[in-house]
């Protein structure tokens, strides 16, 4: 075996075939691949400009790297199995390539800075795409509220009517859960994108290299300060994976609504026949499966946050083999969540809403009870007062099975003389939306300026991400000249 050529020093046989498979990360680190040869055409330049390794070396491996990297973009790299990871096979196919030189390409560095090194690589990768699906998303949800300034619907609290709000307001409820998801990846990639590449295997190196310069050229925004932390932390995995299970509970609340609001019961919207399903049974069945899918696969991506904290929580300084089990978890994670993001907006953006449902939903359950209450702190009564005023008309409106608005002027004076003919505009529903105007409240004008906001940070997001992008894909150029 190759491996055992390479590493059989210590060791009087190699390892056995149930060790290797039991030890292999292959299956999910040749996700790394491309990763792993931008980290090494770094190190070896660094190499070379330091006068660490022959020019003449330096430069071979470079043109092997370079055509292992083409090889990866044709498809055309073919994995070994019988290695134990992807550096081992970049590392083999190198020197099966230039020969021996092959070998003087790890100098320096160990497995442990690279490994660390290419999965920041690829999850920069990552969290620029998911800060993407999220605020396509969000667009989604802002078009919604443009065109629903007035549509007016129940507003909920531990699932009974509560206060006349539009669906504007709501759905930029959920516009700005998802913004702060985020901005916590965004936030997240700051921490992140520090280059561990030169702590080697724990302790730094002996021999001149520049971490500096490696950094530069892969597009980090520096080397990491600690050798030791560099390493053996995986706290940046944790972090992903926190933000995308926030990220992901966000989802399924909004999911559930979908479910609750496209029954029979609620009839609040009607979901495309693109994004449902029939019954095997019952042909009058629309089935909301994308939403409840959504729903559902919020348990695999919370999964792997309690697997990430689990797997560290008692680990000891520096490297443990206990973190080769950091990339599965993370990467499903993501890709779960970002698929469940690019479905959401169709769903969304094709559903139908049942206004009139909405508008009739509203008539009901005394929504406009608290502007009652506030008409009344108004005319000068205390709103503890005026809370109990408005709770008594409510039991007299449920035994005379009538609406608060439906009571004559004499009738609302038996609670307090202090009710007048005013009173019948300010529990009016469209009245009681458009009074509540304050920052960040229901009315047309706040929404608006609530849009105005939402649409600022996605903006601002996207040039994050666009720069971002360019200097990644600048850094590969360079890299590949």
């Known amino acids: 075996m190759a491996q055992q050529a390479l590493w059989s020093g210590r060791f009087a046989e190699g390892m056995a075939e149930s060790t290797l498979e039991f030890t292999s990360s292959l299956d999910v680190d040749s996700a790394l691949g491309f990763f792993d040869v931008m980290g090494s055409l770094a190190h070896v330049r660094m190499l070379k400009a330091r006068g660490i390794i022959p020019p003449e070396d330096a430069d071979a491996i470079i043109g092997g790297l370079k055509t292992i990297a083409a090889e990866m973009e044709a498809g055309e790299f073919e994995l070994d199995f019988s290695e134990e990871d992807i550096h081992t096979n ?6 099966s ?4 030189a092959g070998g003087k390409l790890h100098t320096g560095r160990s497995r442990n800075d690279q490994v660390a090194t290419d999965f920041r690589m690829y999850l920069r990768d990552a969290v620029l795409e998911t800060v993407g699906a999220i605020d396509r998303l969000i667009d989604t949800l802002v078009k919604v509220a443009q065109d629903h300034g007035m549509t007016v619907m129940p507003g909920f609290t531990h699932m009974q009517h509560a206060q006349p ?8 409820a959920h516009a700005f859960k998802l913004a702060r998801d985020a901005e916590r ?10 280059c561990p590449l030169g702590a080697a295997a724990l302790a730094g190196t002996t021999y001149p290299i520049d971490r500096q310069m490696t950094a530069e050229a892969l597009a980090f925004a520096g080397p990491t300060e600690n050798s030791m932390d560099s390493v053996s932390d995986r706290d940046f995995v944790s972090e992903l994976a926190f933000c995308a299970s926030q990220t992901a509970i966000h989802l399924s609340s909004m999911a559930e609504e979908l479910v609750y609001w496209s029954s029979q019961e609620f009839g609040f919207v009607e979901m495309d026949d693109k994004y449902t399903t029939g019954s095997s049974i019952m042909p009058q069945k629309k089935n909301p499966d994308i939403a409840e899918l959504v729903r559902g696969r919020t348990g695999t991506v ?13 680990l000891p300084l520096t490297y443990n083999r206990d973190l080769q089990e950091d990339k599965r978890p993370l990467m499903e994670s993501l890709e779960t969540l970002t698929q469940c993001l690019s479905i959401m907006s169709p769903v969304i953006s094709t559903m139908t809403f049942n206004t009139e449902r909405m508008r009739a939903a509203v008539e009901k359950g005394f929504i406009n009870a608290t502007d009652l209450a506030d008409y009344l702190v108004v005319k000068g009564v205390p709103f503890r007062e005026a809370h109990g005023i408005v709770g008594a008309a409510v039991r007299y409106c449920i035994d005379k099975d009538k609406r608060l608005e439906d009571l004559t002027v004499q009738e609302f004076r ?3 003389e ?3 003919d005013d009173v019948y505009d300010y529990i009016d529903i469209d009245r009681c939306v458009e009074r509540r105007n304050s920052i960040g409240g ?4 706040s929404t608006d300026a609530q849009i105005m906001s939402v649409i600022q940070g996605y903006m601002a997001r996207e040039d994050f991400v666009r720069q971002e992008t360019s200097l990644i894909e600048g850094a590969w150029d360079a890299l590949l000249e």
């Open 165 to 172: 709000v539009t669906v504007a307001q709501h759905y930029l």
């Open 302 to 314: 919370i999964g792997a946050l309690v697997n990430m904290l689990v797997m560290q929580k008692g």
């Open 414 to 416: 038996t609670f307090s």
């Open 185 to 194: 990846f965004v936030d997240a990639y700051g921490r992140m994108n520090y």
């Open 90 to 95: 970049v590392e083999f196919r190198l020197t």
């Open 442 to 445: 229901t009315s047309p004008v």
């Open 97 to 100: 390539l230039i020969g021996p």
């Open 418 to 420: 202090l009710v007048d």
